[in-house]
């Protein structure tokens, strides 16, 4: 695993209690949250940037439609400290629609770690754009989780299934793919 040259910033993407709504399916890793209560409580201890991302969907059935406040209030596991950043979003990135960018640049945050859910949408989409847009991008597969998905032939994919080629597809191309035990072994 790469060597971090300064504490990156910790992303803790979208821990909100919609996500626990029989609408996403079955789900795989059940200890995500855990994993990343684990990260962020080091990253308080130690005084490094917690950033979070709360979606608002603006989809009508969604459990995280932005009407919905028990949906789209964080997980009681992952809640945000005073001093913590959030940006709202209603897109799958977290860049697109916030001042994501322009505050880590702003603070000279030049790498990041990303966990939350859904492995196969906002996470996906975020380390995607995380690795375009120049930050060294680390993504903890397990304090990610992903959802049954449906394929436009009629095919359920299981969501360990998911995970794991959501995983593959952006190994070495946007993110550097580690565990909350790498990571904890770096620091």
């Known amino acids: 695993m790469k060597t971090f040259v ?13 996500f626990d709504d029989s609408y996403w399916g079955k789900r795989n890793n059940p200890q995500a949250e ?3 209560l684990t990260l962020l409580t080091v990253w308080r201890k130690r005084g490094w940037e917690v950033i979070y991302s709360k979606h608002l969907s603006l989809l009508p059935k969604s459990p995280l439609n932005y009407q919905n406040k028990a949906g789209v209030e964080f997980k009681e596991i992952i809640q945000p400290l005073p001093q913590e950043v959030i940006f709202q979003k209603n897109v799958n990135s977290a ?17 990041v770690i990303i966990t939350g859910l859904s492995t196969q949408h906002c996470v996906s989409t975020t380390t995607r754009m995380s690795g375009n847009l120049g930050f060294e991008t680390f993504l903890v597969e397990d304090a990610t989780a992903a959802y049954e998905i449906t394929d436009h032939k009629g095919n359920t994919l ?8 959501e995983i593959a597809a952006l190994h070495k191309e946007f993110a550097t793919i580690v565990t909350t035990d790498d990571v904890l072994a770096q620091i």
């Open 6 to 18: 300064k504490p990156p910033a910790l992303l803790v993407l979208d821990v909100q209690k919609g």
């Open 34 to 36: 855990e994993n990343i």
């Open 95 to 111: 860049f697109i629609g916030t001042e994501l960018e322009s505050y880590l640049r702003d603070k000279q945050m030049t790498s």
């Open 158 to 165: 299981s969501p360990e299934d998911v995970h794991k080629y």
